[in-house]
Structure formats: C-alpha cells, structure tokens
Nanobody, 128 residues
C-alpha cells in the first residue's frame, strides 16, 4: 500500500518560514520523481516544485522560485520543501506526489499528469 504523508504545515505570519516534509512508503522511493503541489480554496491544484529521483535536480514554478527549496533524502524516503518569505498568497493545502517514471526530465513534471501517487495535504495558512 503506497502512502505519502505530508506534514509540517501550520499558521505563520507573512515573512515567516516553514519546512514541509513528505514521507513515503510502499514504493521504491528513488525510482520516482517527487512533486509538491498546492491548492488554495476555489483554485485548481498547481505544481510548485519537483525533484528528480536521484540527482537532486529541481524545477520550481515561477511564483515560488527563489523562495522555495526542495530537497530529498533517499535514505529516509523523505522529501522536504523549505518555504521562505511566506505571503498570504501561499495559503493553500500542500500535497506531495510520486510519479514521473519513464518521463523525460522536463518542466511538464510540474503538471499533475505525470504523478501516480498522491498524499493527503498539509495546510499552510499565512496571515498578513
């Protein structure tokens, strides 16, 4: 049974930081690209970052580049998303997903389609 467990969300003031984690089980973790996505109320889910399976390469959405840093520890089957300089527009449920097997390394990995497994979200709320 595949599980992706996101954690680390919370309520933070604008300008603050959070570190999200996503722990995986039931998959061969280093076979998969891992993506972080977010969904604000009334909006579509959007990709914010993804990381390659083994070499640490990353893509970021334009809206978060320079503020978000994604990393992974394959020994712990865990990925991280360091979120800095938070603004109220970052308020959303954040989800991690695993997929990308057989996909070329491309910015299309920021879309939802390549991902096979999804975890439950962790809520990030930024107050102004």
């Amino acid at each position: 049974d595949v599980q992706l467990q996101a954690s680390g969300g919370g309520l933070v003031q604008a300008g603050g930081s959070l570190r999200l984690s996503c722990a995986a089980s039931g998959i061969t973790f280093d076979d998969y690209v891992i993506g972080w996505f977010r969904q604000a109320p009334g909006k579509d889910r959007e990709g914010v970052a993804c990381i390659a399976s083994t070499n640490g390469a990353t893509y970021y959405a334009d809206s978060v580049r320079g503020r978000f840093i994604m990393s992974r520890d394959n020994a712990k089957d865990t990925v991280y998303l360091q979120i800095n300089t938070l603004t109220p527009s970052d308020t959303a449920a954040y989800y991690c997903a695993a997929g990308g097997s057989g996909s070329a390394w491309h910015t299309s990995l920021l879309s939802l389609a390549p991902y096979d497994y999804w975890g439950r979200g962790t809520q990030v709320t930024v107050s102004s």
